[in-house]
């Protein structure tokens, strides 16, 4: 929408009182003042009209602040950065330089960010919240399902309610937690710590370095061990656990057959 010049002055600075004393006499001046401003107006809205909300350019350049606060036509929204040319979400916030917030109510703020899901929250660098009440914090994070969080750095929950936390991990599992480094947790309800560390079963549990947990309910911790039977057990340096139930612990033992034990 263009700028709009105000004409009208008060012509009384403290306004109209009622007759007597006269001090107020309204003339053909004040009354054509007022008839020239409305039609002013109702020229400038004819040519500007009014959509689903409002927009406005504001500088605030006052030698502390330098800023320019640019709100998109939407219904309630805050725009302090806004990119240009894209969808402004109802009762939406945008502030930083170059973010998006397109959800109902949705939260972008910082460098590049996007909260693109309902009530998504987007902070940081470059981090994405694409899904209804996700967060994605930090840089580079990606929080793409339901609910879900991710934060640090490169991180990504593609997961309903999953978290993903630290450097280049990954939640993709159903409510999975992967922390650490280069972790993932991938199979239901899953958790991967560490570095390099693989939860890939439902609630699978890799702790430590280079630790896989690849059946349902196994646990690996240490360093280089790997649990791939169901329930199994596989701590220490380089131990596997493989049969169901097993339990390997130590350096280099292995547990192949159902309930076995190896230490």
Same mark, same amino acid.
């Given at each position: 929408?263009?700028?709009?010049?105000?004409?009208?002055?008060?012509?009384?600075?403290? =306004?109209?009182?009622?007759?007597?004393?006269?001090?107020?006499?309204?003339? $053909?001046?004040?009354?054509?003042?007022?008839?020239?401003?409305?039609? #002013?107006? *109702?020229?400038?809205?004819? *040519?500007?009209?009014?959509?689903?909300?409002?927009?406005?350019?504001?500088?605030?350049?006052?030698?502390?602040?330098?800023?320019?606060?640019?709100?998109?036509?939407?219904?309630?929204?805050?725009?302090?950065?806004?990119?240009?040319?894209?969808?402004?979400?109802?009762?939406?916030?945008?502030?930083?330089?170059?973010?998006?917030?397109?959800?109902?109510?949705?939260? +972008?703020?910082?460098?590049?960010?996007?909260?693109?899901?309902?009530?998504?929250?987007?902070?940081?660098?470059?981090?994405? /919240?694409?899904?209804?009440?996700?967060?994605? *914090?930090?840089?580079?994070?990606?929080?793409? +399902?339901?609910?879900?969080?991710?934060?640090?750095?490169?991180?990504?929950?593609?997961?309903?309610?999953?978290?993903?936390?630290?450097?280049?991990?990954?939640?993709?599992?159903?409510?999975?937690?992967?922390?650490?480094?280069?972790?993932?947790?991938?199979?239901?309800?899953?958790?991967?710590?560490?570095?390099?560390?693989?939860?890939?079963?439902?609630?699978?549990? /890799?702790?430590?370095?280079?630790?896989?947990?690849?059946?349902? #309910?196994?646990?690996?911790? =240490?360093?280089?061990?790997?649990?791939?039977?169901?329930?199994?057990?596989?701590?220490?340096?380089?131990?596997?656990?493989? =049969?169901? *139930?097993?339990?390997?612990?130590?350096?280099?033992?292995?547990?192949?057959?159902? $309930?076995?034990?190896?230490?």
């Amino acid at each position: 929408m263009s700028e709009y010049t105000p004409i009208y002055q008060k012509p009384y600075t403290e =306004g109209f009182v009622n007759a007597p004393p006269y001090k107020t006499p309204i003339t $053909a001046e004040i009354l054509n003042a007022y008839g020239q401003a409305i039609e #002013c107006i *109702e020229n400038y809205l004819q *040519e500007n009209p009014i959509q689903s909300g409002f927009e406005s350019n504001i500088d605030l350049s006052n030698g502390t602040v330098d800023a320019v606060l640019k709100t998109i036509t939407a219904v309630d929204s805050i725009s302090m950065g806004r990119k240009d040319e894209t969808q402004t979400g109802p009762m939406s916030q945008a502030s930083g330089s170059a973010v998006t917030a397109s959800g109902l109510a949705a939260h +972008a703020e910082g460098e590049n960010t996007e909260a693109l899901g309902e009530a998504a929250h987007a902070e940081g660098r470059e981090t994405i /919240a694409s899904a209804a009440y996700s967060h994605s *914090e930090g840089n580079r994070t990606r929080a793409a +399902a339901q609910a879900s969080h991710a934060e640090g750095n490169s991180t990504e929950a593609s997961a309903q309610y999953a978290h993903a936390e630290g450097s280049s991990t990954k939640a993709s599992g159903y409510v999975s937690h992967a922390e650490g480094e280069e972790t993932k947790a991938e199979g239901y309800y899953a958790h991967a710590e560490g570095a390099d560390t693989k939860a890939l079963k439902q609630s699978a549990h /890799a702790e430590g370095s280079q630790t896989t947990a690849d059946a349902s #309910c196994a646990h690996a911790e =240490g360093i280089g061990t790997a649990a791939s039977g169901s329930s199994a057990h596989a701590e220490g340096s380089n131990t596997t656990a493989s =049969g169901s *139930e097993a339990h390997a612990e130590g350096s280099n033992t292995k547990a192949l057959e159902s $309930a076995a034990h190896a230490e």
